[in-house]
């Protein structure tokens, strides 16, 4: 079946650090892949996306590439702020599957 | 305009009880989920309606019964409430496959 790995958290950063936070996914066929977040207290907001090999979705500073020869989705920011400490998902779907498949989310926190 | 929106937002009841929480899109999609969130943040699917029939319904306890009166409303509820049943319930919708947009959340806390 389809799965997602990401790295385990917690993750922690001083502000204007280099973020990466891993992922990759176990699929049949070419599934679209998402960075969803979660900021304390909140529902899910979608961060980024891609529906095909190469295809960079960005967001915010944000960047993901979808490698289809390593299967992986690694979400990428160049400086972090305070405001983006939050729990962040590696997702994918697959096709006519209507579901998301979701890694277990890692929490990040940056500090000043 | 909130696109996706849940009630309550926070659930506090006794085990035994039945308890329904309600979702509802204005963005005109036609598919509808629900999400449940464990306590150490792991999300799974429940339920998924598309054109307010069922085409997801993972390993749920029959306790758990989603309705969809319409494509823009599908409410969950729960009988017979159980401790485990502890977590927090998202609703989310989408256009068919398309990106899904979540609601934010419902705490359901069974004492």
């Known amino acids: 079946g389809n799965s997602v790995t990401q790295m385990e958290g917690p993750v922690t950063l001083s502000e204007e650090a280099f973020l990466t936070i891993n992922c990759t996914y176990t699929?049949?066929?070419?599934?679209?892949l998402f960075w969803y977040v979660q900021y304390p207290g909140e529902g899910l907001q979608l961060l980024l996306k891609?529906?095909?090999?190469?295809d960079k979705g960005s967001n915010k500073g944000f960047e993901a590439t979808y490698r289809k020869e390593t299967t992986s989705f690694h979400l990428e920011k160049g400086s972090v702020q305070v405001s983006d400490s939050a729990v962040y998902f590696c997702a994918l779907s697959r096709g006519s599957n209507y579901k998301l498949t979701f890694g277990k989310g890692t929490l990040l926190t940056v500090n000043p | 305009d909130t696109a996706v929106s849940q009630t309550p937002k926070y659930l506090v009841t006794q085990m035994g009880n039945d308890k329904s929480i309600k979702c509802e899109q204005n963005?005109?999609?036609?598919?509808m989920y629900w999400y449940k969130q464990d306590s150490k943040k792991f999300l799974k699917i429940m339920f998924s309606y598309n054109n307010k029939e069922l085409i997801i319904n993972e390993t749920v306890p029959n306790r758990f019964s989603p309705k969809s009166p319409d494509k823009a409303h599908l409410n969950l509820h729960i009988n017979s409430l159980e401790l485990g049943d502890s977590a927090v319930y998202f609703c989310?919708?989408?256009?068919?496959?398309?990106?899904?947009?979540f609601g934010p959340g419902t705490r359901l806390t069974v004492l």
């Open positions: 989310a919708s989408s256009r068919a496959t398309d990106t899904q947009y």
């Open positions: 891609a529906t095909k090999a190469d």
């Open positions: 963005l005109g999609h036609d598919t």
């Open positions: 699929a049949t066929g070419y599934p679209s």
